[in-house]
């Protein structure tokens, strides 16, 4: 049972425009979100995080939003540029239960920014 | 400052084998965790190290295994392999372990035939 779902596995967007990515979970125990960038043969680094109490994180040209009514986030790239053409993952964990020591992850989005 | 450190980056075993692989967390970085990345299920959690002990353990069988040292480097061991097993193995460090950032190695790619 996938607890965290990145529905889209690839998206293409032009330079310039706006990248939406979209993640969704089923956990309601889980209360902190991330973005991981993944570039082939390189280890994921982290992007951007969000807390259940936020609904809005921003730095710089990305902004998490998080929907916990309807279990969403997503991640906004404005304006998007040929050098965030990379795998996206969503992860979450939970600070309850002894779960905060573990990130469930999605199964990544590939972002295509095209000049 | 370095990075995570994983070492080997390739490797090829054969069914029924055993592997292991290692992770040099960053310096002062107590916890490792480790997760395995395949293209149909994307990065799953393995286990989580803190202080030698391990605090959290995946849905993975018992042929995986792992431990810490008293230096914060992490060893993950799979036995028995099985051509499933293929995968990239992450290996990520954080001070406390907590839920967020990780900083993660570049990965140990293992093939098994």
């Known amino acids: 049972d996938q607890q965290v779902k990145q529905n889209s596995p690839s998206l293409s967007v032009q330079e310039g425009r706006i990248s939406i990515l979209n993640c969704d979970y089923t956990?309601?125990?889980?209360?902190?979100f991330l973005w991981y960038k993944k570039y082939p043969a390189e280890g994921p680094t982290f992007l951007i995080s969000?807390?259940?109490?936020?609904d809005k994180n921003e730095d710089g040209r990305f902004t998490v939003f998080l929907n916990k009514s309807a279990k969403h986030l997503s991640l906004h790239i404005v304006p998007s540029q040929p050098g965030d053409s990379a795998v996206y993952f969503c992860?979450?964990?939970?600070?309850?239960?002894?779960?905060?020591?573990?990130?469930?992850f999605g199964k990544g989005t590939l972002l295509t920014v095209n000049p | 400052k370095a990075g995570v450190t994983q070492t080997p980056r390739y490797l090829i075993k054969t069914r029924g084998q055993q592997v292991t692989l290692s992770c040099s967390p960053i310096?002062?970085?107590?916890?490792v965790s480790w997760y395995q990345q395949t293209p149909g299920q994307g990065l799953q959690f393995l286990f989580e190290?803190?202080?030698?002990?391990?605090?959290n353990k995946g849905n993975f069988p018992g042929r995986f295994s792992g431990r810490q040292f008293s230096n914060s480097r992490s060893e993950m061991n799979v036995s028995t392999l099985e051509l499933g097993d293929s995968a990239l193995y992450l290996c990520?460090?954080?001070?406390?372990?907590?839920?967020?950032?990780?900083?993660f190695g570049e990965g140990s790619r293992l093939t098994v035939l």
């Open positions: 990520a460090s954080s001070l406390q372990g907590m839920s967020g950032e990780l900083f």
């Open positions: 956990n309601s125990m889980f209360d902190y």
């Open positions: 969000i807390s259940s109490i936020k």
């Open positions: 992860a979450a964990s939970s600070n309850s239960g002894g779960s905060n020591y573990k990130l469930t």
């Open positions: 310096s002062g970085h107590r916890s």
């Open positions: 190290y803190f202080s030698e002990t391990q605090r």
